[in-house]
Structures are given as C-alpha cells and as structure tokens.
C-alpha cells in the first residue's frame, strides 16, 4: 500500500529568456532614474548660469 501522493514543486533550472527580460527590465528602470536626476541637475546648472548672466547673483563675495 502505497502512501498518500503529495504534489511537490519541481525545481527547475533558469529560464534564460525570463533572466534576459528582468534584466532588460531593471536596466531600463534603472536608465529611467538616472536620466531624471541627469535631467534635474542641468536644469539647476542651467538656472544658475542664467541667474549669474543677469546679475541676480554673484560668485565674487562681497567686501565689508
């Protein structure tokens, strides 16, 4: 007499294309939030530039 069958998960190894897509998913997500802080950190500079060209501010301290 034989025991009861319990359904047991049968490992496989990697699936080669399911690793492929995460990894092209990641590093796009990964690209994604780079190039928004990319993005953010030259529109800082670029405002600082204008700033400096209109003379709103100044790089030179000033005397007392």
């Not at 049968?10 to 690793?19: A, F, N, Y």
């Not at 709103?56 to 005397?63: F, T």
């Amino acid at each position: 007499m034989s025991g009861p069958r319990i359904a047991h998960a049968t490992l496989k190894g990697p699936s080669v294309v399911k690793e492929i897509i995460i990894g092209i998913t990641l590093g796009l997500a990964a690209g994604s939030v780079w190039k928004m802080h990319h993005w953010n950190e030259q529109r800082k500079v670029r405002a600082f530039y204008d700033l400096l060209e209109k003379g709103e501010i100044s790089v030179v301290a000033e005397e007392e």
